[in-house]
């Protein structure tokens, strides 16, 4: 039976987190709904894992790339919260079995030193207030079989966020070119891509303003501490059990991560 | 049978009728490799004065891709050399596209076939951004191995910036990012030319050292292409910018 309310929706994605069984588009059902209707069942569902115990520790800020944002027919980033329960650090092995379809993205992590509240935040006022940079990993997900999503399905499935990992010496980046930071991203110690932090949206700081603002839009602060995930610097890397990864950046460090079963 | 010079001679009427020609594998699929760099040694004994190399297909993904297991080749004219600020004139070229690259200029000479990414740094008084304007003379790029090796690796014209020392530069991990008209077109890091632009000089020195050549002092070696290549045309502006090594800024006519 197809499920019609936001509240349902997310109860359905929620056991399929649970189970790690995917479930078909809300949009095969609904092909209006929008990207209000995703994340109206996006709220619903954070409040279902909250209840369970788990923790907002930041966002994740996903189609920041202009390839990505066409592939999904938008002009717009999407954001989803990044839950206490699915941090990983520098080293951990990550077990494939917690997810559906995870694949690997390398992207620079921003950690908030201030409170940042929306609407009308620039991109020098981000910057002020960030603590600094780590390395960062970002296991995507999706909760939607065979990653057949839509703009709605994706934002109300957390933007497709699985775990994160990050290393854990914090970067001043007041006089760093985030835009010029380079990266590389090895699997079993052989390159697998290249990028640069222009990748995300021209600037990773403007990832900061642009979800500030927007969460600002809701009345929702980004606090001190949080981590902001500013969206993948290449295309994104499918895992297999017994793979080492290892995303690099210039002046920021590395973070490594092993695949379990 | 048709000579070396033949074949050279084809590819240098396409590049004074600025006409793109079919592909000599496609009449001559015996072409190899080996006589391919034969038709390009032609082409640049009527180049000129000689201002260094550049290496192409130095993405081991695009080498899978094409199936091969190392890059190739090209030389460098002098007259192919746009001064900072100058326009490309995308009318005198056949279909350009745009490409950024690490450039490495020889402080000494350097040769031998078992030179390394850290000679070839040691040996480097500078390195500095470049674009290479690509123009394949054949139809839409679409070419064998032993095609782009004849055509001296597509290569057309290139701008280079002022060089920096590498003194305590990690060429490997700089981040470049690609313009287009103001918008984001590609981002890597250095290591996309063959893990390190170092290593991918390094290959050429040694591929050179098998024909009885190498370096000289004061030559530049376009590293490889560190993104795809973007297509230019009259009015588009491109823009590269390497971390640590500066921006340069081709604006096209």
Redesign the interface.
């Known amino acids: 039976m197809p499920v019609t309310d936001a509240a349902a929706r997310a109860r359905a994605l929620y056991d399929a987190r649970r189970t790690r069984t995917p479930i078909p588009p809300f949009t095969d059902d609904d092909p209006t709904l929008g990207m209000a209707d995703g994340y109206a069942v996006q709220r619903e569902l954070v409040d279902l894992l909250l209840a369970d115990g788990d923790r907002i520790v930041g966002y994740k800020v996903g189609l920041t790339s202009?390839p990505m944002q066409k592939m999904i027919g938008v002009d717009s980033p999407d954001h989803g919260p990044v839950l206490a329960s699915t941090v990983y650090r520098d080293g951990d092995e990550i077990p494939l079995s917690r997810f559906i379809a995870p694949k690997v993205e390398a992207e620079i992590v921003f950690v908030l030193g201030e409170r940042l509240a929306g609407p009308g935040v620039t991109v020098t006022q981000a910057r002020a207030a960030l603590a600094g940079a780590v390395a960062g990993m970002e296991i995507v997900d999706s909760r939607i079989a065979d990653w057949r999503i839509k703009l709605a399905d994706t934002v109300a499935d957390l933007a497709s966020n699985g775990a994160v990992a990050t290393s854990s010496r914090i970067v001043p980046v007041a006089d760093l070119?985030t835009?010029?930071?380079?990266?590389?991203l090895t699997r079993n110690g052989?390159?697998v891509d290249?990028?640069?932090?222009?990748?995300a949206l021209?600037d990773p700081v403007a990832v900061v303003a642009w979800l500030a603002n927007v969460l600002g839009e809701n009345g929702v602060a980004l606090e001190p501490g949080h981590l902001i995930m500013t969206g993948a610097?290449h295309a994104a890397v499918p895992m297999t059990p017994g793979d080492v990864f290892r995303a690099?950046?210039?002046r920021l460090g590395a973070v490594t991560v092993r695949v379990g079963a | 049978m048709i000579t070396i010079s033949e074949l050279a001679a084809r590819l240098s009427k396409a590049v004074a009728d600025r006409t793109a020609i079919g592909t000599l594998s496609d009449e001559f699929p015996e072409l190899d490799i080996p006589t391919a760099y034969q038709v390009q040694r032609a082409l640049r004994g009527a180049a000129g004065p000689l201002a260094g190399w550049k290496l192409g297909v130095t993405s081991?993904a695009k080498q899978k891709q094409v199936n091969i297991s190392e890059p190739i080749y090209g030389f460098l004219p002098a007259a192919g050399a746009l001064d900072l600020g100058e326009p490309l004139d995308t009318g005198a070229q056949i279909q350009p596209r745009c490409e950024p690259e690490i450039v490495f200029t020889l402080g000494r000479d350097l040769a031998g076939p078992h030179v390394t990414a850290a000679d070839v740094v040691a040996a480097s008084s500078g390195v500095t951004v470049g674009i290479e304007v690509l123009d394949s003379r054949y139809a839409d790029y679409r070419f064998t191995m032993a095609d782009v090796v004849a055509d001296n690796t597509s290569a057309a014209r290139y701008v280079v910036g002022a060089p920096v020392s590498p003194e305590g530069i990690?060429l490997?991990?700089?981040?470049?990012?690609l313009e287009r008209n103001g918008?984001?077109v590609a981002?890597?890091?250095?290591?996309?030319s063959l893990?390190h632009p170092a290593a991918a000089v390094a290959w050429l020195v040694r591929a050179l050292a098998a024909e009885g050549e190498g370096l000289r002092a004061g030559e530049i070696v376009l590293s490889g292409g560190?993104t795809a290549a973007v297509p230019v045309g009259p009015g588009d502006v491109v823009v590269a910018?390497?971390?640590r090594l500066g921006s340069l800024e081709l604006a096209c006519r």
Request: hydrophobic fraction near 45%; glycine fraction near 16%; avoid cysteine.
């Open positions: 202009e070119d835009r010029l930071v380079g990266m590389t052989e390159l290249t990028g640069a932090g222009a990748a021209g610097l690099e950046f210039d | 081991r990690d490997r991990l700089v981040g470049v990012v918008k984001v981002t890597a890091s250095g290591a996309a893990g560190l910018s390497i971390d």
